[in-house]
């Protein structure tokens, strides 16, 4: 039972990482129909750039909060740079456009930082905490706390504040919102540097835990697509609960299932990702959509 | 003086089909205009082509100001309210966050605080499914909330595009009367197109009929509904 | 018959020059070269599989590698457990594969587009520790070492006898990867210049339009899964016999990713654009480390940054200049400029170059 609980705690860290980098999948795929595949490299690049601030003795949480604005005004960058020139284009191009964006990131992370792994400052400790006779790190619960404040701010602003709505009606309804005067084309901008934001907050999260390298976010990605997909691509709260459902899950299965072990573990959310998309393609919150000929 | 919407030798289409072909037409300050004629006859592009949502040559001028090559939510913003087909209800949002929608650019929050108060007086449904979906409004619904909408916006020009498609005569009343007392009470013009020429022409002082993307004929709301051949030929009635 | 040649359109005498100067190749160049040809083919063949996948069905598989893998282990196993003749091996790992990607098309079907792309590419990840786990059979992280294979004696003979040097063992590689991509292209040209292709292309166009004119579209689309497959898995077991051996790390995400690149730069649903793109996909990183840095006129900065970073950031700006400005690859470039001069001279409508397909919005 205590490892159950232990298990469990560790996979809600986890899963908020998981749960940051799927709800910057969903704000996106809400804007544009796209799933942007150079999500996780953003967040790799961001979190590269918060190590050289905290690096050149910046404190952390002043530095995490800066870091969060360069990858917002990051994001906006490109889509004004990358995205906008191809708007119109078709989704293929689109998808493979951000293919491209995947590579050359990951390659500008290689050329400027190297391949060689660092480990990444964490404010928390990873002493133990007791909970009703389980041992949770301090780390583990600080992952949660951080990623809950932030999915909750997200929350807040799209719900809470006309910024969001108008982001809201320019992502379900561009032409309706031109004719209320909503800029539209900023609004896409808008999405892309707050998903470029929250996808940062998962890669802060998770440097500490698998060691900072260009390419440390290439399987936090999938389990971030399984994410999206087990809560609905199109729901930025299933994103959240399927964040955390897929950490809690991976955790357990690799210790509860001896085939998985630890290095099958990201063969799980593929398990998920297919499962899901044969059996319940709009996820757990998603609504089946209308396709559009 | 000059008026307040002026479209001078328009011409617009979609890719290589022309669909309006040299309309010239005027909106007062205040004034009710019907924008009359069958399907296709080109009414829709042509409230398309004021809002910037299809490429037009010519001129379209509002309050002395060219429209050329200006982004709809531009035009928007210079005080034209426009309610498309299909009304452009945001059926993802609440009916609270569309209405919402339409005062979002108001600085002056005082006023639009009675505003909604009127807006509700008017509309009593809305006040009662505002924290619902817009999509379980029923059409007439969606119509009144596209209206009020529209009136939050506290725009200079409405342009309504068939607001009685679809629905019941007694709905359709009760809408065109509001829309009068909006026009009456605060001064705002509409281009009104209806393919119910009747109603259209109760309500206007003047008439424009399109036919294949031109004017086929122009004149008072008077004149057009007593001249029966007028309106057996191009009216339908 | 003389009538016939002299008309024949200028792209087969194209074709002719071309497989000419591949077969000659090897007698200008060293071994070695021959050796890295021979891999640049490897890839072709590749993308010429995923170029029927995405450029004529519209299908978006981003984990070909993972076939290319999936053919590569089932030759390395068969030639080195089952000692049976790697060139036997070659068509059997390519038809197992293609049934296993026909066999992958089904439940594909159901899903649009995007979500296919995210499940290959989530399956490209996963493949190299998928393929680790069974180590008794796949030889886990170390692969499978191959012997390097041996020319037969009659031909080395023969092209001692032409070029005055035996046949090295790269050489043959070369011959024989160059016979199936002669082969394949064949196969593929053939496929897609009749009515199988026209019905991939109108499926890739608009599904819905498709079905309702009486496309079989699961057939088609399924069709298509297998036959990519099955040339991603003849590459694999080339490869094998290229690199001399297979491993997981042979098989990562980045060569999903390189294939990709290869299909959209030669360009997408053209038949020779597989050559192109095999040839740049496979020769950029290894020219852009060797010939950037004694380039003069490139700034110190930028060429350390291209040389640190290695094809990476090459292939990303490639790939979106390309989708930007020439979304129709190399060969739309060059197709359309011909087409555009040969109307200017003769007046001549276009032809098809083959386009983006124009997708439909759904989940």
């Known amino acids: 039972m205590q490892e159950f609980l232990q298990l469990v705690v560790s996979g809600l860290a986890t899963g908020g990482i998981f749960a940051s980098l799927a709800l910057a999948l969903v704000l996106i795929y809400n804007a544009m129909g796209l799933v942007n595949f150079a999500q996780g490299e953003m967040a790799m690049l961001a979190t590269f750039i918060a190590f050289t601030l905290i690096n050149r003795g910046v404190n952390y949480w002043i530095a995490l909060p ?24 078709p989704l293929l191009t689109l998808v493979i456009i951000t293919l491209g964006l995947a590579t050359l990131l990951n390659g500008l992370a290689g050329a400027i930082f190297g391949y060689v792994p660092r480990s990444f400052p964490s404010p928390f400790s990873v002493q133990t905490v007791d909970i009703f006779g389980a041992y949770a790190s301090y780390r583990d619960l600080g992952v949660i706390a951080v990623s809950g404040v932030v999915l909750l701010a997200i929350y807040l602003l799209l719900q809470r504040t006309t910024v969001g709505l108008t982001m809201r009606a320019a992502a379900h309804h561009a032409e309706a919102s031109r004719l209320l005067g909503v800029r539209v084309s900023w609004m896409l901008a808008l999405g892309w540097g707050l998903a470029s934001a929250v996808g940062a907050v998962s890669g802060i999260m998770v440097a500490p835990i698998i060691l900072l390298e260009p390419n440390m976010m290439q399987t936090i990605i999938i389990y971030a697509f399984a994410a999206a997909v087990l809560g609905g691509i199109e729901s930025p709260l299933g994103a959240v609960i ?48 209308v396709r559009r000929v | 003086m000059a008026a307040l919407l002026e479209l001078e030798d328009v011409r617009a289409g979609y890719g290589p089909t022309s669909v309006l072909h040299g309309i010239s037409l005027e909106v007062k300050d205040g004034e009710i205009v019907s924008l009359l004629g069958a ?16 490429r037009w040559t010519g001129d379209i001028r509002f309050n002395g100001k060219s429209l050329k090559r200006m982004h709809t939510e531009d035009v928007v913003r210079h005080g034209i309210a426009h309610v498309p087909e299909g009304r452009g209800i945001l059926t993802e949002l609440t009916v609270e966050e569309n209405l919402k929608l339409g005062s979002h650019l108001r600085r002056d929050g005082a006023q639009v605080g009675k505003d909604y108060d009127r807006v509700f007086e008017y509309f009593p449904v809305l006040k009662d499914r505002r924290r619902l979906s817009a999509s379980t409004l029923s059409g007439g619904e969606q119509q009144m909330l596209a209206l009020a909408r529209a009136f939050l916006m506290k725009p200079r020009l409405m342009l309504l595009d068939e607001p009685s498609l ?67 030929s191009y009216l339908g009635y | 018959m003389a009538h ?84 036997v091996t070659v068509p059997i790992a390519g038809l197992l594969t293609g ?107 608009g599904e819905v339009a498709a079905a309702a004119s009486g496309i079989n579209l699961a057939g088609y689309k399924t069709l298509a899964f297998g036959i990519s497959a099955f040339y991603a ?12 051996f297979v491993s997981p790390d042979s098989f ?30 496979y020769f950029l990183p290894i020219e852009s480390n060797q010939w950037v840095p004694t380039q003069t006129w490139i700034p110190v900065q930028i060429a350390t940054t291209i040389e640190k970073a290695g094809p990476a950031v090459t292939y990303g700006a490639v790939l979106i200049l390309i989708m930007i400005f020439a979304p129709n690859g190399i060969v739309g470039l060059v197709g359309g400029a011909y087409a555009r001069l040969r109307g200017r001279v003769r007046g001549a409508p276009d032809r098809d170059t083959g386009q983006m397909p124009q997708d439909t919005q759904t989940v």
């Open chain 3, 4 to 87: 016939r040649l002299r008309t024949l359109p200028p792209r087969y005498w194209l074709v002719l020059v071309v497989v000419l100067f591949l077969i000659g190749l090897p007698s200008v160049i060293d071994s070695f070269q021959s050796g890295e040809w021979a891999q640049a083919l490897v890839l072709a063949i590749a993308i010429m599989g995923l170029n029927i996948l995405v450029g004529y069905s519209g299908q978006l598989s981003l984990g070909h590698g993972a076939f290319m893998a999936l053919g590569a282990y089932i030759s390395a196993i068969l030639a080195t457990r089952y000692k049976m003749d790697y060139l």
């Open chain 2, 166 to 232: 679809g629905l019941a005569p007694l709905v359709v009343r009760a809408i065109f009367e509001i829309i009068k007392t909006i026009n009456e009470s605060d001064q705002v013009a509409v281009l009104l197109v209806e393919q119910n020429a009747r109603l259209a022409l109760d309500m206007s002082s003047k008439a424009y009929v399109l036919e294949v993307g031109r004017l086929a004929i122009t004149g008072s709301s008077a004149e057009l509904k007593g001249n029966d051949a007028v309106r057996r």
């Open chain 1, 66 to 89: 800066l870091t969060l604005v360069i990858a917002f005004g990051g994001g906006i960058a490109i889509q004004r740079i990358v995205i906008r020139p191809v708007e119109r284009a």
């Open chain 1, 242 to 289: 399927g964040g955390f459902i897929v950490g809690v899950t991976v955790n357990l299965a690799g210790t509860y299932l001896p085939f998985v072990g630890g290095d099958l573990q990201l063969a799980v959310a593929l398990a998920i990702i297919i499962g899901v998309l044969i059996l319940k393609p709009n996820g757990l919150l998603g609504r089946p959509s």
């Open chain 3, 252 to 281: 990562p995400v980045a060569l999903s990713i390189q294939l990709l690149v290869g299909a959209v730069v030669g360009g997408l649903a053209s038949i020779p654009g597989p050559l192109i793109g095999g040839i740049f996909a």
């Open chain 3, 99 to 205: 049934l296993i990607g026909f066999l992958f098309g089904v439940p594909a079907l159901r899903l649009s587009a995007l979500y296919l792309a995210l499940a290959t590419f989530a399956l490209a990840v996963v493949a190299p520790s998928l393929i680790k786990r069974p180590a008794g059979l796949t030889g886990g992280v170390q692969g499978i070492v191959l012997l390097p294979p041996v020319p037969p004696q009659p031909l080395s003979d023969a092209y001692a006898f032409l070029t005055g040097t035996a046949m090295t063992s790269d050489q043959w590689t070369y011959y024989v990867t160059l016979a199936w991509g002669l082969v394949l292209f064949w196969l593929a040209w053939n496929l897609l210049r009749h009515r199988a292709g026209r019905a991939m292309r109108a499926i890739r166009d």
């Open chain 2, 39 to 54: 399907n296709g006859a080109g009414k829709t592009t042509t409230l398309r082509a004021i809002t910037g949502g299809v």
């Open chain 3, 233 to 244: 898995g003849i590459a694999g077991s080339l490869f094998g016999l290229a690199a001399g």
